[in-house]
């Protein structure tokens, strides 16, 4: 077996993988699969309102509309992640369109494009506003559970209170480890990693950025779809397009 070896590309200093893999080795944070990424400070600027009006949105079901106009709607998960977590994603194509519009100023494709088996794009599935005060307890889990690295996440902190309660995740060696959130720093992650909000109280909402993306293949979406056809209302599948999940859920039963 060929060694490890490192990328020439600056982004990816701390990452090591064996020649032709999609998975990798980030050896700073000693986890598989996950990247950090610098967010523009123009881009945090924009989301500075978002960002201040997102928190008060906490009814789960309910759709919101920003002072920009982007609708989002509010889905939290199951009581037992012992959380006050909820997801802010668009309600509609040109909700996400203003998502998309981030993703590609961020440049998020490109940064996993070499990761990603993929035919013309790396497609965004789906926007998020995450906010949160309070985790009770560990929920580890895995957003992508797949073999290769066929989709990721970001999460971005968008207040400062976010880099008070950080991300625990399973190192490559099975040790319980914290992320550290910084603003102007987010982190991308993949298949495999294990991890979990940590434990922790604010006395406000901290919000962040969060985008999932990953192949245009659509033979990879049975697997992808438990994560990225349940935690928006409104997505973009692999092959590009829209489809709302309950019309989604009920075209599955039915097949």
């Known amino acids: 077996m060929a060694a490890p070896t490192t990328l020439p590309d600056p982004r990816y200093r701390d990452v090591l993988r ?3 893999q999609e998975v990798f080795l980030n050896t700073r944070l000693m986890a598989a699969n996950a990247l950090e990424i610098d967010i523009d400070a123009a881009i945090l600027a924009e989301l500075a309102e978002p ?7 906490t009814c789960v079901g309910e759709t919101y509309a920003l002072t920009s106009g982007v609708r989002l709607y509010t889905e939290s998960p199951s009581a037992t992640w012992g959380s006050d977590i909820r997801w802010l994603s668009h309600a509609d ?9 981030l993703y590609h100023r961020l440049g998020l494709a490109s940064l996993v494009a070499p990761f990603i088996p993929h035919d013309a794009a790396i497609r965004l599935y789906a926007g998020f506003f995450v906010t949160r005060s309070r985790c009770d307890a560990l929920g580890m889990h895995y957003d992508w559970a797949t073999a290769g690295n066929h989709a990721f996440t970001l999460m971005a902190p968008l207040t400062p209170n976010a880099e008070a309660m950080g991300l625990t995740y399973e190192d490559a060696r099975g040790r319980q ?13 993949g298949t ?3 991890h979990s909000t940590a434990v922790g109280t604010l006395p406000e909402r901290s919000v962040f950025l969060s985008l999932t993306f990953g192949t245009d293949r659509m033979e990879h979406w049975p697997e ?14 692999p092959d590009g397009s829209f489809v709302r999940r309950d019309e989604w859920l009920a075209g599955r039963s039915a097949g």
Do not use: H
């Open 18 to 20: 064996q020649p032709g």
């Open 51 to 57: 960002a201040t009006e997102t928190p008060a949105m």
């Open 93 to 101: 194509e040109p909700s996400y369109r203003w998502f998309e519009a």
């Open 177 to 189: 480890r914290t992320y550290d959130y910084r603003m102007g720093r987010g982190i991308v992650f």
């Open 192 to 194: 495999r990693f294990l």
């Open 224 to 237: 992808l779809s438990e994560t990225a056809g349940k935690q928006a209302a409104f997505f973009r599948k």
